[in-house]
Nanobody, 130 residues
Framework: QVQLVESGGGSVQAGESLRLSCVAS????????MAWFRQAPGKEREGVGS???????TYADSVKGRFTISRDSANNTLYLQMNSLKPEDSAMYYC????????????????????????WGQGTQVTVSS
């Protein structure tokens, strides 16, 4: 079993930055992928981006160029650097862990679909005002 604890959320103005952290503990050798998701009130949880153990990342189109995911595998910590924040980025942010996906065209990769992740943290709130 994996336990995840997110931190770093807060309330900021549009254009400002935040850095989220997620620390994993427990059976940390059980997962290959770590990812960030977010969920706004009344909306589905959506993938923000993912990373594998080798540092390869995938991002949702809505955050490309603004958000950066990094992973400290030695300390089982996942980060999300969020720059140029927009009001539409406001949501509860969650980290998740899960297994790799595979396709003929991409080979092994870490997806951003929530169905591929089976452990979740409690979330950290990000609020961006205009």
């Amino acid at each position: 079993q994996v336990q995840l604890v997110e931190s770093g959320g807060g309330s900021v103005q549009a254009g400002e930055s935040l850095r989220l952290s997620c620390v994993a503990s427990g059976y940390t050798s059980s997962f290959y992928c770590m990812a960030w998701f977010r969920q706004a009130p009344g909306k589905e949880r959506e993938g923000v981006g993912s990373t594998d153990q080798d540092g390869r990342t995938t991002y949702a189109d809505s955050v490309k160029g603004r958000f950066t995911i990094s992973r400290d595998s030695a300390n089982n910590t996942l980060y999300l650097q969020m720059n140029s924040l927009k009001p539409e980025d406001s949501a509860m942010y969650y980290c998740g862990t899960g297994a790799r996906s595979w396709t003929w065209s991409r080979g092994y990769y870490c997806a951003t679909e929530k169905a591929r992740y089976n452990s979740w943290g409690q979330g950290t709130q990000v609020t961006v005002s205009s």
